[in-house]
């Protein structure tokens, strides 16, 4: 598992023959371990995305996840090869991916970032601990690398691979198809994505001061780790109702005190980039009104929902838009849409907003402090399905 790097040569040498299958116990044991090293107190500490990802890793869930792989009308392989390339601005992502595809009995490469910040680091000390104790199979089956903008490598890997997980930007997507794949492989992209969020007035009103505050703590969760830039993390905040002023006020307001205790913040480079932004906006017609409370937290009014932004526009940055319903934002979604987090609302008028969707946008409907959360369903893909292959066997 040691955190490979490579020159210009891009050598490498491929994992060895070691048979995994689905569900492979001495990947389950590693995982499990691993599990351990990033739920210690003093880990989850500095990193509290990692308690998360511990937690998705207990080996509860992972014995689940394989569970759910049985079927009784095929037999279920793992796909072969795997080629990994995350994102550089989420630094646990790998980490899913890469465990889903090993619990699935893979063989696995995955090309850590750069970019990566201390997250990743610490993942990777983790793994060589875990590993220093593991059987050997998991060093011959999993490698973890790094080399910079280098087509020689990225072209062997792709090559190499019977499945190719591309996450990032559009751009970040196409550079890498254009390394062909084998003939019987397949990619499997996460490209550029938006995600929104959904307040009902009525339910807000109705809730305890105690609720409000959670809902609230639970949106900043969501929307403050990884500055705002995660694919899951709101980028506009719809109000849901009649009226809904005195709603904004207090929600902004409990924000920009949850913001402060919690010690979110925001440089003074993020800030002028957020505000530059926000003027950018203004001057399309898209904002009526903005303010600037603290450089934690930017409020716009937006002049029609379809101006919502996809695009990032900075940490702490929130168009607010009121609507009179759920359905009124159905015309406005589309492909492009990932997480759609909310508070308020019944479980009737949630269902009836996500048949009205169709699945023509949103993969994700969760309550606040739930949208950074990673499943194994994502993106409309049910994962570990996505890493297997299957035999249809007809006495």
């Given at each position: 598992m040691i955190q490979?790097?490579?020159?210009?040569?891009?050598?490498?040498?491929?994992?060895?023959?070691?048979?995994?299958?689905?569900?492979?116990?001495?990947?389950?044991?590693f995982l499990a371990k691993l599990a351990?090293?990033?739920?210690?107190?003093?880990?989850?500490?500095?990193?509290?995305?990692?308690?998360?990802?511990g937690f998705f890793l207990r080996?509860?869930?992972?014995?689940?996840?394989?569970?759910?792989?049985?079927?009784?009308?095929?037999?279920v392989f793992p796909r072969g090869n795997v080629f990994h390339i995350p994102p550089a601005n989420v630094?646990?992502?790998?980490?899913?991916?890469?465990?889903?595809?090993?619990?699935?009995?893979?063989?696995?490469?995955?090309?850590?970032?750069?970019?990566?910040?201390?997250?990743?680091?610490?993942i990777l000390t983790a793994l060589n601990?875990?590993?220093?104790?593991?059987?050997?199979?998991?060093?011959?089956?999993?490698?973890?690398?790094?080399?910079?903008?280098?087509?020689?490598?990225?072209a062997a890997l792709s090559h190499w691979a019977d499945l190719r997980v591309i996450w990032g930007g559009d751009s970040a997507v196409e550079a890498i198809r254009?390394?062909?794949?084998?003939?019987?492989?397949?990619?499997?992209?996460?490209?550029?994505?938006?995600?929104?969020?959904?307040?009902?007035?009525?339910?807000?009103?109705?809730?305890?001061?105690?609720?409000r505050r959670d809902a609230v703590l639970g949106f900043t969760n969501d929307s403050y780790w990884f500055d705002q830039a995660a694919c899951s993390s709101p980028r506009t905040v719809f109000l849901v109702g009649e009226d809904t002023?005195?709603?904004?006020?207090?929600?902004?307001?409990?924000?920009l005190q949850v913001v402060d205790q919690r010690g979110w913040e925001i440089d003074a480079a993020m800030a002028v980039e957020k505000r530059v932004n926000a003027y950018g906006l203004a001057a399309t017609g898209a904002v009526s009104s903005m303010a600037f409370p603290a450089n934690s937290v930017t409020a716009m009014s937006l002049s029609a929902v379809p101006d919502a932004p996809r695009r990032w526009i900075g940490a702490g940055a929130f168009p607010f838009a009121?609507?009179?319903?759920?359905?009124?934002?159905?015309?406005?979604?589309n492909r492009q849409d990932q997480t759609f987090s909310h508070f308020g609302f019944s479980r009737d008028e949630l269902r009836e907003f996500a048949l009205a969707l169709g699945g023509r946008g949103v993969d994700r409907i969760v309550p606040f402090g739930s949208a950074l959360t990673f499943g194994s369903l994502w993106d409309g893909y049910d994962l570990p399905r996505e890493f297997t292959r299957l035999t249809t066997l007809v006495e």
């Amino acid at each position: 598992m040691i955190q490979y790097r490579f020159g210009a040569e891009g050598d490498l040498t491929a994992p060895s023959d070691d048979r995994l299958t689905v569900g492979d116990p001495r990947v389950i044991d590693f995982l499990a371990k691993l599990a351990r090293k990033l739920l210690a107190p003093a880990v989850a500490r500095r990193h509290p995305e990692l308690g998360s990802l511990g937690f998705f890793l207990r080996p509860a869930e992972l014995n689940r996840t394989v569970g759910h792989l049985q079927r009784d009308d095929a037999l279920v392989f793992p796909r072969g090869n795997v080629f990994h390339i995350p994102p550089a601005n989420v630094d646990t992502i790998f980490v899913y991916s890469w465990a889903l595809s090993a619990l699935a009995g893979n063989h696995n490469v995955v090309r850590i970032s750069e970019r990566s910040a201390t997250a990743a680091d610490t993942i990777l000390t983790a793994l060589n601990e875990v590993l220093a104790d593991a059987d050997p199979v998991i060093g011959r089956t999993q490698r973890m690398i790094t080399y910079g903008r280098d087509d020689k490598v990225t072209a062997a890997l792709s090559h190499w691979a019977d499945l190719r997980v591309i996450w990032g930007g559009d751009s970040a997507v196409e550079a890498i198809r254009k390394h062909p794949l084998r003939p019987s492989a397949r990619d499997l992209t996460f490209p550029d994505r938006t995600s929104w969020a959904a307040l009902s007035a009525a339910g807000w009103r109705a809730a305890e001061p105690a609720q409000r505050r959670d809902a609230v703590l639970g949106f900043t969760n969501d929307s403050y780790w990884f500055d705002q830039a995660a694919c899951s993390s709101p980028r506009t905040v719809f109000l849901v109702g009649e009226d809904t002023g005195d709603v904004r006020e207090e929600f902004i307001e409990l924000l920009l005190q949850v913001v402060d205790q919690r010690g979110w913040e925001i440089d003074a480079a993020m800030a002028v980039e957020k505000r530059v932004n926000a003027y950018g906006l203004a001057a399309t017609g898209a904002v009526s009104s903005m303010a600037f409370p603290a450089n934690s937290v930017t409020a716009m009014s937006l002049s029609a929902v379809p101006d919502a932004p996809r695009r990032w526009i900075g940490a702490g940055a929130f168009p607010f838009a009121e609507v009179g319903s759920l359905l009124e934002l159905v015309p406005a979604m589309n492909r492009q849409d990932q997480t759609f987090s909310h508070f308020g609302f019944s479980r009737d008028e949630l269902r009836e907003f996500a048949l009205a969707l169709g699945g023509r946008g949103v993969d994700r409907i969760v309550p606040f402090g739930s949208a950074l959360t990673f499943g194994s369903l994502w993106d409309g893909y049910d994962l570990p399905r996505e890493f297997t292959r299957l035999t249809t066997l007809v006495e």
